[in-house]
């Protein structure tokens, strides 16, 4: 089954004390991305993939990292969080091109 | 910078209704625009995508229109059924040295009822 796989899906966790969210995707895409959503903000691209080895900030980067050493991989660095950044996190993966963006179920995460 | 605003924010109309949500972008310098569904706790499904040198696509009972000029896509939904409650966001792709970047709407909250 097609799908992008990411975890975990729900952490609670405290300030400061890194954490990793993965995102797998089995379809083979090229692109991969990050995302936030936040009620009245929506959803906003923190990061962006285009291939391995090849990643761009998107409109919110600040506070987080990410690395593309696969194809199939993409995840999500937070060196150290702050409360600002608990919210809904959703990994998306497609071919470039067509464009058609598949989602994972989402991440929440809350920093205390 | 892009911007993309949705209009109405939320929507309730009884079954079996035409309805048409909007979706307005400040950048006419699109790649493509696509259409999400989101049910309350999962993630989007992409509905129609419609690439900027398209006007529209058709699935099912699903229209969207991409008007680049005007920077308007419209999403029509045919004989409207309480499943298809949920909120439905567009996204615009970026295109030239920002391809790769999406820019999304706040959505519109749609509720079908029988």
């Known amino acids: 089954e097609a799908q992008v796989t990411q975890n975990p899906r729900y952490l609670i966790t405290v300030t400061g004390k890194k954490l990793t969210v993965t995102c797998s995707q089995n379809?083979?895409?090229?692109?991969m991305s990050w995302y936030r959503q936040d009620p009245g903000l929506g959803l906003r691209q923190i990061y962006y993939?285009?291939?391995?080895?090849?990643?761009d900030k998107g409109d919110v980067p600040e506070g987080y990292k990410v690395s593309r050493k696969e194809k199939r991989n993409f995840p999500l660095i937070l060196e150290s969080p702050s409360p600002n950044q608990t919210s809904l996190y959703f990994c998306?993966?497609?071919?470039?091109?067509?464009?058609?963006?598949?989602f994972g179920e989402g991440s929440r995460l809350t920093v205390l | 910078k892009q911007e993309v605003t949705q209009i109405p924010a939320a929507l309730s109309v009884p079954e079996g209704e035409n309805l048409v949500l909007n979706c307005s972008f400040t950048?006419?310098?699109?790649?493509?625009l696509q259409w999400f569904r989101q049910d309350p706790g999962k993630g989007l499904t992409s509905l129609l995508l419609?690439?900027?040198?398209?006007r529209e696509q058709t699935s099912g009972r699903l229209n969207a229109s991409l008007d680049k000029s005007s920077g308007r896509s419209t999403l029509y939904i045919a004989a409207s059924q309480p499943g298809d409650s949920a909120t439905y966001l567009c996204?615009?792709?970026?295109?030239?040295?920002?391809?790769?970047?999406?820019?999304f709407g706040q959505g519109t909250i749609l509720t079908v009822h029988p």
């Open positions: 996204a615009a792709g970026a295109g030239g040295t920002s391809y790769g970047k999406l820019t």
């Open positions: 950048d006419s310098a699109i790649y493509n």
């Open positions: 998306a993966s497609s071919f470039p091109g067509t464009g058609e963006l598949f």
């Open positions: 379809m083979n895409h090229e692109y």
């Open positions: 419609i690439q900027s040198s398209q």
């Open positions: 993939s285009m291939n391995v080895e090849v990643t």
